[in-house]
């Protein structure tokens, strides 16, 4: 004898994707907070090296300036042959182009800057795959909770499928595995 499979109850089915909903609505919201973190902490990446960079090639230009001065004041001690104060002169230009030891010449200047603004653009390049992230985690957790208040497994198939495409996402953010297209 073979038994008649019954369709489930409204409250029936309803138990079954509240169990199943229930605990990827947590598994989103917590990938949503991670993700809202990770991007706050590279917006502040962001900004911080973009006013970091500024400050360096501001003291850049100032040594800049700097040597220019001590370069006349060179070529000014040069013509009126005064040997010591030209070769002082030269020590400091020659110290205001490169100061290994404490990093403040130009060309370390220079390569800070650089640098920094090499990690900018890194970040730059992750921030909206931050926010699609977050705005896809978003959508997948209101679609679950519309799968529970319709009792529909359609709109939690669909809110698997947007979640998967936000932890897709996710990852680019944090590894860029995507090559840029630009």
């Known amino acids: 004898m073979t038994e008649e499979k019954k369709p489930l109850s409204r409250s029936e089915r309803e138990a ?68 010591k104060k030209a070769e002082a002169l030269k ?36 921030s909206p795959w931050y926010t699609f992230a977050g705005s896809l985690f978003q959508i997948a957790i209101v679609l679950l909770s519309a799968s529970i208040l319709a009792v529909n497994n359609r709109l939690y198939t669909a809110s698997l499928y947007v979640g998967g495409v936000a932890i897709i996402l996710m990852s680019q953010a944090v590894w860029l595995w995507i090559p840029a297209v630009i």
Not at 99 to 111: D, V
């Open 16 to 83: 079954l994707i509240k169990d199943k909903a229930g605990w990827v609505i947590v598994v989103f919201a917590a990938l949503l907070a991670i993700n809202t973190y990770m991007g706050g902490s590279n917006s502040s990446k962001v900004l911080n090296n973009t006013i970091e960079a500024n400050n360096t090639w501001a003291f850049y230009q100032a040594k800049s300036i700097k040597q220019t001065l001590t370069e006349m004041r060179y070529d000014d001690a040069v013509a009126a042959k005064e040997d």
């Open 91 to 126: 020590a400091k230009m020659d110290r205001y182009e490169s100061e290994p030891a404490t990093g403040e010449g130009k060309k370390e200047l220079f390569a800070k800057a650089r640098t920094l603004e090499a990690d900018r653009t890194v970040a730059k390049e992750r």
